[in-house]
């Protein structure tokens, strides 16, 4: 898929959201990437570039105090060739941007991996 068309997909994930989030998505960057690259899977301890379609890197609103002023964005990074590979169908890749673009956001809101994996698990019951 052609990039401006992808990023046209997760611009919709963003649109999606639920307007009490939107506003509060301050002093982030979100991009689109081809592959996450050898420093990213580094500090994901990932070996295998194909398992990271995703990354929040930055201080969690959680973890902001008075002094949190005057720094550089924060950055969710969407990877749009393990997306895609993990995707048959555009319908399935939309849903696909859509939940890892959630899943980033929730770890700009403080959210780590452990909760979000038992809200996933709470959400199938």
């Keep these: 898929m052609l990039r401006n ?5 997760v611009v919709n994930a963003l649109a999606g959201l639920p307007l009490e989030f ?4 301050d002093n982030i ?3 689109v990437e081809d592959w996450p690259s050898s420093v990213q899977l580094r500090k994901m301890k990932l070996k ?15 973890q902001r105090d008075q002094g949190y002023n005057l720094v550089l964005p924060d950055k969710i990074t969407i ?24 899943h980033e956001i929730a770890h700009h809101f403080g959210i780590d991996d ?4 038992e809200i996933e698990r709470e959400k199938r019951k």
Excluded: H, M, W
Excluded at 22 to 25: A, D, V
Excluded at 114 to 117: C, D, E, I
């Design 29 to 31: 960057d979100i991009v």
């Design 114 to 117: 452990q909760r979000l994996n």
């Design 79 to 102: 990877f749009q060739k393990p997306l895609e590979a993990q995707c048959r169908s555009l319908k399935e890749l939309r849903n696909e941007i859509a939940s890892v673009v959630q």
């Design 48 to 62: 295998n570039k194909y398992e990271l379609l995703g990354l929040y890197e930055g201080v969690p609103i959680t």
């Design 5 to 9: 068309k992808f990023e046209v997909l």
């Design 22 to 25: 939107k506003e509060l998505l």
